[in-house]
């Protein structure tokens, strides 16, 4: 089994930075894709951010430019750095993880709040 812990949410003000990081622990072989989904209230999930074992990343057109994503594959660890945050970014962040066998695990969750 794989188990993704989260950290590093909370509350900011518009124009802020927050950054999150997603440590994965387990029975892991191989990882192809880490990265990050949120959902807002009322919303479906949507991805925002992914970076495959090859280092390419993928980004919502929402967050690109003001998002980064990386990886410490040492570590199975991804990041989210969030930069110039809006209150549209206010979220449940998870992360998420694809096995090389193709099999997904999700975080439990971390609460991002973007307001003055």
């Known amino acids: 089994q794989v188990q993704l812990v989260e950290s590093g949410g909370g509350l900011v003000q518009p124009g802020g930075s927050l950054r999150l990081s997603c440590a994965a622990s387990?029975?892991?072989?191989?990882?192809?894709?880490m990265g990050w989904y949120r959902q807002a209230p009322g919303k479906q999930r949507e991805l925002v951010a992914t970076?495959?074992?090859?280092?390419?990343?993928n980004y919502a057109d929402s967050v690109r430019g003001r998002f980064t994503v990386s990886r410490d594959n040492a570590k199975n660890t991804v990041y989210l750095q969030m930069n110039s945050l809006k209150p549209e970014d206010t979220a449940v962040y998870y992360c998420?993880?694809?096995?090389?066998?193709?099999?997904?695990?999700w975080g439990q969750g971390a609460q991002v709040t973007v307001s003055s």
């Open positions: 998420y993880l694809r096995t090389g066998g193709n099999y997904n695990y």
């Open positions: 970076v495959t074992s090859g280092d390419t990343t």
């Open positions: 387990g029975r892991i072989f191989r990882i192809n894709t």
